[in-house]
């Protein structure tokens, strides 16, 4: 019997240098977008990839490899939402993962840092309604945010 939760994170191509740390980190403490899942839950990593670059060439293929490892819930990480500019196309990855393949897609890893939380807000990137839902997984508490600057 399946006892864990198995998570794939999909990254934006800008960061494909990163060693994951801060995803890491979040999905050890439920914090960010993996507070849905409870501290008592176990989380396995079946995948760890980026999108391939604009336009995201990956998504098309990368989900169905997490398949094959059991994913049950796909993560885009917090940088396809706060990089600059943030990736424009969120929710047509999302969507598509969603109805291609049934499997459920949660746009954040970790909380997103208060320096990014800050610029973007200046920069009034995040208006609008749809980035209320895009943000809210990730968005986390000040006091959180700063501990990921
Ligand atoms: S902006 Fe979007 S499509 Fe472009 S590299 Fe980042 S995640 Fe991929």
Not at 16 to 39: P, Q, T, V, W
Not at 45 to 63: D, F, K
Not at 110 to 116: A, L, Q
Request: charged share 25%.
């Amino acid at each position: 019997m399946k006892d864990s939760t198995r998570i794939g994170i999909i990254i934006c191509d800008r960061y494909r240098d990163c060693a994951g740390g801060k995803c890491f980190r979040s999905m050890k403490n439920r914090e960010g977008a993996f507070n849905i899942y409870g501290k008592d839950q176990e989380l396995e990593l079946v995948g760890y990839t980026t999108c391939r670059g604009c336009p995201g060439g990956n998504i098309e293929h990368a989900p169905e490899e997490m398949i094959k490892n059991g994913v049950d819930v796909i993560h885009f990480a917090t940088g396809m939402v706060v990089g600059y500019p943030p990736c424009p196309y969120i929710n047509h990855f999302k969507n598509f993962i969603e109805e291609k393949w049934g499997v459920k897609v949660v746009v954040g890893t970790h909380p997103i840092p208060e320096k990014y939380y800050k610029t973007h807000t200046n920069l009034k990137t995040w208006e609008g309604l749809e980035w209320e839902d895009i943000l809210k997984p990730a968005l986390a508490t000040e006091e959180i945010r700063l501990a990921y600057d």
